[in-house]
């Protein structure tokens, strides 16, 4: 029952991208505006009263930045990987998928549905730190397919993310939260997040054609992604059993089996650094999920 719950739920957030796909093929909308919106508006807030609304906790915090290190390593290890198959870009590219996975627009509702809203809270918090890895160090890396080294420094020392986040762990921490009412007020921001991110992979796949689809780059980044971190997320579930609970090995099963990030292409449409062969590589991705995350968690009997 757990399982077809998760596959409804990961074909509906497919659906919305089929929706972005529609609509990009139908009207000149363009992901990068979007991109921005979600880049400079959307995530700050999401993250802020994420952070901000829960009791600070030690555990929480050693989720957010065990999953920061495991990213940045992983981006690292795939910047190695690709330096010795592409120069340009497509490295810098292939570095930020590598180190990430669709947890914010994907796993998080997926989470949630199929798991509870506990483990949405336990998601957040791993969500955290991988949402930092994207718009600090996977951000540095990324902007370095376009930009030199001081550029992808400033481009991300600019990004508005890195203040609400000290902010809300700041506030958090002395135990200062916004109301009630505030924080339902801005929970839309939430839903939007999804919904828009999953749209942006659709509209910029509708202005791909088929000619500029790199294969290379789309295999690699999902063996990448299908292979090495549900291995990966076992490991560390095995290495780790004795302080993480049954539903907390869950959630960080489901977190190690999400797509390809869409971030991917918010970011690869924001630094101008092929944001096709991003869209490409997110949606087969996607879809792919479909049928692998329920395989996977069965396999690995988390759920």
């Not at 600070?56 to 390593?73: A, D, E, R, T």
């Not at 509870?116 to 930092?132: K, Q």
């Not at 839309?188 to 828009?196: A, R």
């Amino acid at each position: 029952m757990l399982l077809t719950t998760i596959f409804y739920k990961v074909l509906f957030l497919v659906a919305i991208s089929i929706l972005g796909f529609l609509l990009g093929k139908k009207s000149d909308v363009e992901a990068y505006s979007i991109s921005k919106i979600l880049v400079y508006i959307v995530a700050p807030i999401v993250i802020f009263f994420l952070v901000v609304s829960k009791d600070f906790s030690p555990k929480y915090l050693l989720l957010s930045i065990g999953s920061f290190l495991l990213c940045s390593l992983m981006s690292v290890s795939a910047l190695k990987l690709g330096g010795k198959i592409w120069s340009g870009g497509n490295k810098n590219l292939f570095a930020f998928s590598g180190g990430t996975g669709n947890t914010g627009y994907f796993g998080l509702p997926v989470v949630i549905y199929s798991l509870g809203y506990e483990a949405g809270v336990i998601a957040a918090f791993i969500i955290l730190g991988v949402t930092l890895y994207e718009f600090t160090v996977g951000y540095y890396i990324t902007a370095q397919g376009q930009h030199d080294k001081k550029d992808g420094l400033i481009k991300m020392l600019k990004l508005p993310l890195i203040y609400a986040f000290g902010l809300a762990f700041g506030l958090s921490y002395f135990g200062i939260k916004p109301s009630d009412s505030l924080t339902e007020s801005f929970s839309i921001f939430t839903g939007t997040y999804s919904v828009l991110g999953m749209m942006v992979i659709g509209i910029t796949l509708a202005k791909v054609k088929i000619q500029h689809i790199d294969w290379q780059f789309v295999v690699l980044a999902n063996l990448w992604k299908y292979l090495v971190y549900p291995l990966i997320g076992f490991v560390l579930i095995s290495l780790f059993a004795g302080q993480l609970n049954t539903l907390e090995q869950a959630v960080v099963m489901v977190m190690c089996c999400v797509p390809m990030a869409g971030n991917t292409v918010v970011l690869a449409n924001e630094l101008n650094v092929h944001p096709d062969k991003a869209a490409v590589a997110v949606m087969i991705s996607t879809v792919l999920s479909i049928a692998l995350i329920p395989l996977y968690l069965f396999v690995f009997r988390v759920v």
